[in-house]
């Protein structure tokens, strides 16, 4: 084992010091990194979140990623809303026909015209 010498110049001191520090050179590097990678988990979280949600209220896997919120409650909460505006409306009944039954007079007029011809002429 080596003896101890004591550190007895600035310069010594430097050398002693970067030697120690050279593994962690890269740490601000590394820290911007998993600030990268903690963001793109938390889009993938937020992204499966919504398409869940969305799929247990019934909306369609192309909304999905339309939902906002910051939380569950906060998506869950629009996703009601939205499956609401999406829920299929009982149709109306068509308007009452103001027409008389049977079409126009005129070609009723014409029909009944042409029976008779054709049935005279038995």
């Given amino acids: 084992m080596a003896e101890f010498e004591p550190i007895t110049t600035q310069e010594a001191f430097d050398a002693a010091v970067a030697d120690r520090l050279a593994p962690f050179a890269d740490y601000d590097g590394l820290k911007a990194q998993n600030a990268d990678y903690a963001s793109r988990i938390h889009a993938f979280e937020m992204s499966e979140l919504k398409t869940r949600i969305a799929h247990e209220v019934g909306i369609p896997f192309d909304l999905s990623q339309r939902l906002t919120g ?8 629009d996703a009601q809303s939205l499956a609401k505006l999406l ?6 009944s068509p308007p009452r026909s103001t027409e008389p039954a049977g079409g126009s007079s ?3 007029a014409l029909r009944a015209f042409t029976n008779d011809l054709m049935s005279k002429g038995e």
Avoid at 70 to 77: P, Q, S, V, Y
Avoid at 87 to 92: L, N, R
């Fill in 87 to 92: 829920k299929p409306q009982t149709p109306k």
């Fill in 70 to 77: 910051e939380n569950e409650d906060a998506i869950r909460k």
């Fill in 106 to 108: 005129r070609r009723d």
